[in-house]
């Protein structure tokens, strides 16, 4: 259901509440007895009290004359017939004595007491006739009222841009109850003023432009609803040329200001005005404050959709500066990356010279050196591969291809070996043995990186003695890729972050080892960006580890 729909039955059944309650209060009280009942009632029921006075039947003149008052019409004809009687002097005979009254009576004397009883019956008739059209009036009010409130809601429903709703407000209330002037009044963020931030007519507007204040404690009749959460109804009294507190508009006559109230908070006031003194009745206020308080809460809801439209403009604005900033970054990162090569390539080469002897004799010591600037350029050219890689990653926009994994693996295994013998390590693959190409879609550069970091990873891990054991399987529509070794192990703790920029277990490594902490960072991000995923697990320090990569497979 609907807000909309709610509002319209909660204005439904309002509706046919009120229309009860008035034919109740029309029907069955004797006072709103309906008008040609009542001249039926009073026609022949007066006649046969009459008659039966007339005829001396007490007991039947009792009868008609309670039935008379019970139905509302007796007690007026009794009060007169006591009052005819006085005119005539004879007040004495009123009640018991009027028996014998009407049979000594003349004629003249009959013919005022039955014409006194004509009289007050029409009398009865009309003010029976006068209410019940007040009656009536007042139930197309009510209704006019709640209508206005539906209308109002359903104005807020598509209109959430606050001014726009606040001036269909007060136009269509102006409108619909025929008022010379509306206005709404809202407060500020410390409820101190109360701004004018709707109303009717070219007058209104010009104020409503001037951005109109008032004191929220100021005792005009808006200060007074302010601070009293109260209706004020307001109208000018016959000694007065203007109401004392109500309007600049000068021929204002009738004034009611209601409260807008949201959520058990004041957050402003309405204020309509009439040149008519009889424009607001107290039951008015009723169908008002439901007006009222519809409008409240569609100011409210505005105003929240204003509060995160704005959040959302901002967050937009402050996420194309990040991507601004991470561009500039990426360049930044890219340039220099690739202004080191060089240098690093001229600092490798002359330290691979130096050691050799091509530039003369080296002792020990500056072996030694020689050593930790060659070993430390190689992690800076690796670092800055990494990054390269990573940076490519975002920027790269060429195609997939179908690539075997089997092949890429073996390709990496077999340059490693070289550097496992080196180093003592044992390094075995079992290559998918039971067929199958292990087709995947990536860049071949890719996965390269991927491939030989986690095995470059392994052997700078992994003690001489060693051993380090390759294994790629396909299982349904995945390929696995498993790296484990019997190095040094991650703690437990540390086996989600190890995948995080920079993060090394032991920093100080990277004196010893080398890397810089982006290898598996660029592992992780490469493999999701083909929806696949990379883990780690090791039983602990000094226990091996075991990276396992999967990647979606794919059958030509
Ligand atoms: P780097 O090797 O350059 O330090 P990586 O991102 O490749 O950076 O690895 C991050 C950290 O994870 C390493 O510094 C190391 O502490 C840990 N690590 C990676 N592979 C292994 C492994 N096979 N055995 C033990 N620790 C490892």
């Not at 609803?225 to 021929?251: F, G, K, T, Y």
């Not at 696995?480 to 540390?494: A, K, N, Q, R, W």
């Amino acid at each position: 259901m609907t807000y909309i729909d709610v509002i319209n039955e909660q204005a439904a059944e309002l509706t046919a509440l009120l229309l009860q309650n008035l034919r109740e209060a029309l029907f069955s009280s004797r006072a709103y007895l309906r008008p040609s009942d009542l001249q039926q009632v009073a026609d022949t029921q007066t006649r046969v009290f009459l008659a039966a006075i007339v005829r001396r039947d007490a007991e039947e003149a009792q009868r008609h004359g309670a039935y008379l008052c019970t139905v509302g019409v007796g007690e007026q004809v009794v009060l007169g017939l006591n009052r005819t009687l006085q005119r005539f002097g004879l007040q004495h005979l009123a009640g018991e004595a009027l028996h014998d009254f009407l049979e000594r009576a003349d004629e003249h004397q009959r013919h005022v007491v039955e014409g006194y009883i004509a009289q007050s019956t029409a009398q009865i008739l009309e003010e029976q006739e006068r209410i019940r059209s007040a009656l009536q009036q007042n139930l197309q009010r009510y209704t006019l009222q709640l209508e206005t409130a539906a209308e109002l809601a359903r104005t807020a429903i598509s209109t959430l841009e606050l001014g726009s709703l606040l001036t269909s407000a007060v136009d269509l209330i102006s409108a619909r109850f025929g008022l010379d002037y509306v206005a709404i009044y809202l407060l500020d963020e410390d409820d101190r003023y109360a701004e004018l931030r709707a109303a009717t007519g070219m007058g209104g507007r010009i104020r409503q432009a001037a951005r109109h204040k008032l004191r929220a404690n100021s005792g005009n009749s808006v200060g007074k609803c302010l601070a009293s959460r109260q209706h004020i109804l307001l109208v000018l009294r016959n000694d007065e040329h203007s109401l004392p507190s109500a309007s600049w508009l000068e021929d204002t006559r009738a004034e009611m200001v209601l409260p807008l109230i949201t959520h058990g908070r004041v957050i402003g006031a309405l204020s309509a005005q009439s040149t008519r003194p009889a424009a607001f009745s107290s039951q008015d206020v009723i169908g008002f404050q439901i007006m009222c308080d519809q409008l409240a809460n569609a100011i409210e809801n505005a105003r929240l959709y204003a509060d995160a439209q704005r959040r959302a403009e901002d967050l937009a604005h402050a996420y194309d500066q990040l991507k601004e900033l991470e561009t500039l970054k990426d360049q930044f990162m890219q340039n220099i990356s690739h202004e080191l090569r060089t240098p690093l390539t001229m600092i490798r080469g002359y330290a691979e010279f130096m050691l050799g002897g091509q530039l003369g004799d080296v002792d020990d010591s500056q072996r030694d050196a020689l050593q930790v600037i060659l070993r430390n350029s190689e992690a800076l050219s690796e670092m800055v591969t990494d990054i390269l890689a990573m940076l490519e990653l975002s920027a790269t926009k060429t195609a997939l291809t179908a690539l075997s994994m089997r092949e890429a693996v073996q390709d990496s295994v077999i340059g490693f070996q070289i550097v496992a013998a080196a180093n003592g390590i044992a390094l075995d693959a079992d290559l998918a043995s039971g067929g199958g190409a292990c087709l995947v879609m990536a860049r071949p550069n890719h996965l390269r990186r991927i491939i030989d970091n986690l095995l470059g990873n392994a052997l700078k891990f992994t003690p001489s003695g060693g051993q380090v054991h390759v294994r790629l399987w396909e299982r349904e529509q995945r390929v696995y890729l498993e790296v484990s070794d019997t190095g040094i192990g991650i703690p437990v703790h540390f086996q989600e972050r190890i995948f995080d920029r920079f993060f090394q277990v032991d920093s100080s490594q990277r004196r010893t080892r080398g890397g810089a902490g982006l290898g598996l960072a660029l592992v992780r991000e490469l493999v999701q960006s083909y929806g696949g995923s990379v883990s780690a697990v090791s039983p602990g320090v000094d226990l091996g580890s075991t990276f396992t990569v999967t990647l979606p497979r794919v059958t030509l």
